[in-house]
């Protein structure tokens, strides 16, 4: 199984972006919960979003109305848009997989996202 996660970078505050990961091994629309963390320096991981393989969505109250999890399944890749940044969402990103009915749980590689003020 692999997670290749991408679209990090550096943003002004206020601005978007939008992160892509890119699943091999497990599929985001039948087997597989897909989700996105993020992790600051001195912080703990956090879960940021989360989407099911029938679509229900969770966000994390912090980014709840600013970010949106999607999903192209004929890709098998899933997507974080986040708008209105500001520099408290700056973290390393990672996306995240679980298989449906085990323990299994995969990570990406982590994305950098920084937001300047």
């Known amino acids: 199984v692999q997670l290749q996660a991408s679209g990090g970078g550096l943003v002004q505050a206020g601005g978007s972006l939008r992160l892509s990961c890119a699943a091999s091994?497990?599929?985001?629309?039948?087997?597989?919960?897909g989700a996105w963390y993020r992790q600051a320096p001195g912080k703990e991981r956090e879960l940021v979003a989360r989407?099911?393989?029938?679509?229900?969505?969770m966000y994390v109250d912090s980014m709840r109305g600013r970010a949106t999890i999607s999903r192209d399944d004929a890709k098998n890749t899933i997507y974080l848009q986040m708008d209105s940044l500001k520099p408290e969402d700056s973290a390393i990103y990672y996306c995240?997989?679980?298989?449906?009915?085990?323990?299994?749980?995969?990570w990406g590689q982590g994305t950098q996202v920084t937001v300047s003020s």
């Open positions: 091994g497990i599929s985001f629309s039948s087997n597989a919960m």
């Open positions: 989407l099911s393989r029938i679509g229900s969505t």
């Open positions: 995240h997989g679980q298989k449906y009915g085990t323990t299994l749980t995969y």
